[in-house]
Protein backbone atom coordinates (compact mmCIF):
# COMPACT_ATOMS: atom_id res chain seq x y z
CA UNK A 1 0.00 0.00 0.00
CA UNK A 2 1.30 3.31 -1.25
CA UNK A 3 1.45 6.07 2.17
CA UNK A 4 1.93 10.00 1.49
CA UNK A 5 3.69 12.26 4.67
CA UNK A 6 3.00 15.71 4.93
CA UNK A 7 4.83 16.65 7.93
CA UNK A 8 4.69 20.35 7.91
CA UNK A 9 1.06 20.78 9.29
CA UNK A 10 1.22 24.73 8.96
CA UNK A 11 3.16 26.88 7.38
CA UNK A 12 3.33 30.88 7.19
CA UNK A 13 4.66 33.17 4.35
CA UNK A 14 4.64 37.12 3.72
CA UNK A 15 3.10 38.31 0.47
CA UNK A 16 5.57 38.39 -1.95
CA UNK A 17 7.71 35.62 -1.09
CA UNK A 18 8.84 32.27 -2.00
CA UNK A 19 7.64 29.04 0.06
CA UNK A 20 8.07 25.71 -0.15
CA UNK A 21 5.89 22.83 1.00
CA UNK A 22 7.14 19.11 2.00
CA UNK A 23 6.40 15.74 0.80
CA UNK A 24 6.78 12.06 0.74
CA UNK A 25 5.59 9.11 0.00
CA UNK A 26 6.06 5.35 -0.10
CA UNK A 27 5.86 2.82 -2.43
CA UNK A 28 6.78 -0.22 -4.45
CA UNK A 29 5.85 1.27 -7.79
CA UNK A 30 8.12 1.80 -10.20
CA UNK A 31 5.74 4.62 -11.95
CA UNK A 32 2.81 6.26 -10.71
CA UNK A 33 1.66 9.83 -10.47
CA UNK A 34 1.61 12.83 -8.07
CA UNK A 35 -0.20 15.53 -7.75
CA UNK A 36 -0.76 18.62 -5.25
CA UNK A 37 -4.37 20.05 -4.95
CA UNK A 38 -5.44 23.01 -2.89
CA UNK A 39 -8.52 23.09 -1.06
CA UNK A 40 -9.75 26.72 0.35
CA UNK A 41 -12.01 27.61 2.75
CA UNK A 42 -14.95 26.84 0.13
CA UNK A 43 -13.29 23.15 0.09
CA UNK A 44 -13.43 22.91 -3.25
CA UNK A 45 -9.92 20.51 -4.56
CA UNK A 46 -8.23 22.69 -6.92
CA UNK A 47 -5.49 20.64 -8.97
CA UNK A 48 -2.34 22.89 -9.07
CA UNK A 49 0.37 20.45 -10.36
CA UNK A 50 1.10 16.78 -11.10
CA UNK A 51 3.79 15.01 -12.23
CA UNK A 52 4.39 11.63 -13.80
CA UNK A 53 7.10 9.66 -12.51
CA UNK A 54 9.21 8.07 -15.67
CA UNK A 55 9.67 11.97 -16.47
CA UNK A 56 12.44 13.00 -14.59
CA UNK A 57 11.91 17.56 -15.62
CA UNK A 58 10.33 18.59 -12.89
CA UNK A 59 6.87 20.24 -13.72
CA UNK A 60 6.15 23.91 -13.48
CA UNK A 61 2.90 25.80 -13.62
CA UNK A 62 3.28 29.43 -13.75
CA UNK A 63 4.55 30.43 -9.74
CA UNK A 64 4.19 26.60 -8.88
CA UNK A 65 6.80 23.86 -9.65
CA UNK A 66 8.23 21.12 -8.04
CA UNK A 67 10.88 19.29 -6.77
CA UNK A 68 10.43 15.69 -7.71
CA UNK A 69 13.43 13.22 -6.18
CA UNK A 70 12.38 9.71 -6.97
CA UNK A 71 14.95 8.04 -5.26
CA UNK A 72 14.26 9.56 -2.01
CA UNK A 73 10.72 9.24 -2.73
CA UNK A 74 9.97 13.79 -2.25
CA UNK A 75 7.72 15.55 -3.97
CA UNK A 76 8.13 19.03 -2.62
CA UNK A 77 5.81 22.16 -4.18
CA UNK A 78 7.31 25.57 -4.59
CA UNK A 79 5.28 28.70 -4.81
CA UNK A 80 7.12 31.91 -5.56
CA UNK A 81 5.66 35.32 -5.13
CA UNK A 82 3.41 33.96 -3.15
CA UNK A 83 -0.06 36.13 -2.72
CA UNK A 84 -2.86 35.98 -0.57
CA UNK A 85 -5.23 33.73 -3.03
CA UNK A 86 -2.92 31.00 -2.10
CA UNK A 87 -3.84 31.12 1.66
CA UNK A 88 -5.49 27.29 1.81
CA UNK A 89 -4.98 24.04 2.78
CA UNK A 90 -2.31 21.99 0.34
CA UNK A 91 -2.80 18.24 0.10
CA UNK A 92 -0.01 16.10 -1.69
CA UNK A 93 -1.46 12.70 -3.33
CA UNK A 94 -0.20 9.92 -4.78
CA UNK A 95 -1.89 7.66 -7.62
CA UNK A 96 -0.73 4.53 -9.60
CA UNK A 97 -1.09 4.40 -13.27
CA UNK A 98 -3.35 0.86 -13.33
CA UNK A 99 -6.15 -0.46 -12.17
CA UNK A 100 -8.30 1.43 -9.20
CA UNK A 101 -7.17 5.23 -9.66
CA UNK A 102 -8.02 6.03 -6.25
CA UNK A 103 -5.89 8.80 -4.94
CA UNK A 104 -3.79 8.30 -1.87
CA UNK A 105 -3.85 11.86 -0.03
CA UNK A 106 -1.53 13.43 2.72
CA UNK A 107 -3.15 15.03 5.36
CA UNK A 108 -2.30 18.36 4.23
CA UNK A 109 -0.11 21.42 4.98
CA UNK A 110 -2.20 24.67 6.34
CA UNK A 111 -0.45 27.43 4.36
CA UNK A 112 -1.20 31.45 5.42
CA UNK A 113 0.11 34.35 3.02
CA UNK A 114 0.27 37.26 5.44
CA UNK A 115 0.11 40.45 3.86
CA UNK B 1 -19.21 22.91 -19.47
CA UNK B 2 -20.32 22.45 -16.14
CA UNK B 3 -18.01 21.19 -13.32
CA UNK B 4 -18.75 18.33 -10.66
CA UNK B 5 -21.58 19.48 -8.44
CA UNK B 6 -23.00 17.85 -5.14
CA UNK B 7 -26.01 18.08 -3.00
CA UNK B 8 -27.47 18.97 -0.34
CA UNK B 9 -24.26 21.24 0.77
CA UNK B 10 -24.42 20.88 3.92
CA UNK B 11 -26.81 18.12 5.96
CA UNK B 12 -27.65 17.79 9.56
CA UNK B 13 -29.60 14.96 10.51
CA UNK B 14 -29.70 12.74 13.89
CA UNK B 15 -28.32 9.85 15.04
CA UNK B 16 -29.87 6.68 13.36
CA UNK B 17 -31.62 8.32 10.47
CA UNK B 18 -30.09 6.91 6.72
CA UNK B 19 -28.96 10.22 4.65
CA UNK B 20 -28.38 10.35 1.18
CA UNK B 21 -25.54 12.08 -0.75
CA UNK B 22 -25.69 12.97 -4.37
CA UNK B 23 -22.95 13.72 -7.04
CA UNK B 24 -23.23 14.96 -10.71
CA UNK B 25 -19.94 14.30 -12.39
CA UNK B 26 -18.66 16.22 -15.19
CA UNK B 27 -20.47 15.46 -18.90
CA UNK B 28 -18.70 12.22 -20.48
CA UNK B 29 -16.79 11.47 -17.23
CA UNK B 30 -16.18 7.56 -17.14
CA UNK B 31 -14.76 7.25 -13.63
CA UNK B 32 -16.64 8.62 -10.33
CA UNK B 33 -15.40 8.48 -6.66
CA UNK B 34 -16.11 9.16 -3.46
CA UNK B 35 -14.13 10.76 -0.76
CA UNK B 36 -14.26 11.19 2.94
CA UNK B 37 -11.97 14.40 4.92
CA UNK B 38 -12.77 14.59 8.34
CA UNK B 39 -12.00 17.62 10.17
CA UNK B 40 -8.56 18.49 9.61
CA UNK B 41 -7.47 15.46 8.08
CA UNK B 42 -6.98 14.09 4.11
CA UNK B 43 -9.50 12.83 2.10
CA UNK B 44 -9.89 8.72 2.17
CA UNK B 45 -11.36 6.68 -0.45
CA UNK B 46 -14.84 5.21 -0.24
CA UNK B 47 -15.53 3.90 -3.39
CA UNK B 48 -15.33 4.08 -7.17
CA UNK B 49 -17.14 3.39 -10.67
CA UNK B 50 -15.70 2.88 -14.14
CA UNK B 51 -17.99 2.59 -16.46
CA UNK B 52 -20.31 -0.07 -16.43
CA UNK B 53 -17.88 -2.48 -14.39
CA UNK B 54 -18.60 -3.56 -11.15
CA UNK B 55 -17.77 -0.75 -8.24
CA UNK B 56 -14.40 -1.35 -6.27
CA UNK B 57 -16.14 -1.08 -2.62
CA UNK B 58 -12.92 -1.46 -0.84
CA UNK B 59 -12.97 2.07 0.87
CA UNK B 60 -16.25 1.46 2.64
CA UNK B 61 -15.53 1.68 6.30
CA UNK B 62 -19.24 -0.48 7.15
CA UNK B 63 -22.08 -2.28 5.54
CA UNK B 64 -23.72 0.64 6.17
CA UNK B 65 -21.98 2.67 3.91
CA UNK B 66 -23.59 1.88 -0.28
CA UNK B 67 -23.54 3.62 -3.00
CA UNK B 68 -24.81 3.59 -6.68
CA UNK B 69 -23.97 4.94 -10.22
CA UNK B 70 -26.71 5.15 -13.23
CA UNK B 71 -24.44 4.55 -15.90
CA UNK B 72 -21.67 7.34 -16.49
CA UNK B 73 -24.18 9.99 -14.56
CA UNK B 74 -25.18 10.16 -11.33
CA UNK B 75 -24.61 8.68 -8.19
CA UNK B 76 -25.82 8.36 -4.85
CA UNK B 77 -23.93 7.38 -1.23
CA UNK B 78 -26.13 6.74 1.27
CA UNK B 79 -25.23 6.00 4.69
CA UNK B 80 -28.01 3.84 6.95
CA UNK B 81 -28.35 4.22 10.82
CA UNK B 82 -25.66 7.27 10.50
CA UNK B 83 -23.37 7.36 13.65
CA UNK B 84 -21.48 10.93 15.56
CA UNK B 85 -18.52 9.15 13.63
CA UNK B 86 -19.52 9.79 10.31
CA UNK B 87 -19.39 13.67 10.85
CA UNK B 88 -17.64 14.81 7.80
CA UNK B 89 -17.21 16.21 4.43
CA UNK B 90 -17.91 13.62 1.45
CA UNK B 91 -16.09 14.90 -1.67
CA UNK B 92 -16.86 13.65 -5.18
CA UNK B 93 -14.42 13.17 -7.75
CA UNK B 94 -14.66 12.26 -11.78
CA UNK B 95 -12.21 11.97 -14.76
CA UNK B 96 -12.02 10.76 -18.43
CA UNK B 97 -9.88 8.04 -17.72
CA UNK B 98 -8.45 8.17 -21.21
CA UNK B 99 -5.06 9.83 -20.88
CA UNK B 100 -2.24 8.67 -19.48
CA UNK B 101 -2.43 10.98 -16.20
CA UNK B 102 -5.88 10.45 -15.02
CA UNK B 103 -6.55 14.15 -13.55
CA UNK B 104 -9.67 13.89 -10.85
CA UNK B 105 -11.82 16.85 -10.67
CA UNK B 106 -13.85 17.33 -7.23
CA UNK B 107 -17.06 18.81 -6.71
CA UNK B 108 -17.74 21.34 -3.47
CA UNK B 109 -18.48 18.32 -1.20
CA UNK B 110 -21.44 17.91 1.30
CA UNK B 111 -20.65 18.56 5.22
CA UNK B 112 -22.54 15.94 6.91
CA UNK B 113 -23.15 16.58 10.85
CA UNK B 114 -24.60 13.43 12.36
CA UNK B 115 -25.90 15.07 16.01
Known amino acids: AQTVTQSQPEMSVQEAETVTLSCTYD???????LFWYKQPPSRQMILVIR??????QNATENRFSVNFQKAAKSFSLKISDSQLGDTAMYFC????????????FGSGTRLQVQP | GAGVSQSPSNKVTEKGKDVELRCDPI?????LYWYRQRLGQGLEFLIY????????KSGLPSDRFSAERTGESVSTLTIQRTQQEDSAVYLC?????????????FGPGTRLTVL
Open chain 2, 93 to 105: ASSLTSGRVDTQY
Open chain 1, 27 to 33: TSESNYY
Open chain 1, 51 to 56: QEAYKQ
Open chain 1, 93 to 104: AFMKPTGRRALT
Open chain 2, 27 to 31: SGHTA
Open chain 2, 49 to 56: FQGNSAPD
